[in-house]
């Protein structure tokens, strides 16, 4: 072991720190939770005419929960969210799918985005919120 002239310190003593702070911080990463795996992604039109229908739809999946339903909200005017759709449930591993046929009644901008719920059971009443889509805008001219 050596030892510096002024000091009398060992100069291993340094490295042997280094190695065990880098021991720790992996042994710390490896106990970290892991992230669940899943997204959602919507379509629809950029743009309508006024008295035509549309289809707006969404695909999603989430490892998270056994079970997955995603359904689909719109809004006008920068109003509430309102529920258009919901699709089927599926099971873990599968995507859950929604479409509707929307007809735009009138002009002006319509939002929409697609909500993925996680259930415990395919007749779970009480569904979480696992992910929620950017919206996507469509303008009725």
Same mark, same amino acid.
């Given at each position: ?30 106990? #970290?939770? =892991?992230?669940?795996?899943?997204? $959602? !992604?919507?379509? +629809?039109?950029?743009? %309508?005419?006024?008295?035509? /229908? ?33 699709? #089927?449930? =599926?099971?873990?591993?599968?995507? $859950? !799918?929604?479409? +509707?046929?929307?007809? %735009?009644?009138?002009?002006? /901008? ?32």
């Amino acid at each position: 072991m050596t030892r510096t002239k002024k000091t009398g310190v060992r100069a291993r003593g340094g490295r042997v720190a280094v190695i065990g702070a880098l021991g720790l911080a992996s042994v710390a990463l490896a106990a #970290a939770p =892991a992230f669940a795996k899943g997204g $959602a !992604k919507i379509t +629809a039109p950029h743009s %309508a005419q006024a008295g035509k /229908t549309f289809t707006v739809s969404a695909h999603g999946d989430d490892d998270a929960s056994s079970y997955l339903r995603i359904c689909l909200e719109n809004r006008s005017g920068g109003k509430a969210w309102h529920q258009v759709t919901c699709g #089927a449930v =599926a099971e873990r591993g599968t995507e $859950a !799918k929604a479409a +509707a046929r929307v007809k %735009a009644a009138h002009r002006g /901008t319509q939002q929409y985005r697609a909500v993925v719920y996680g259930l415990l059971s395919p007749g779970d009443r009480h569904p979480v919120r696992q992910r929620t889509t950017a919206p996507v805008t469509v303008n009725v001219r």
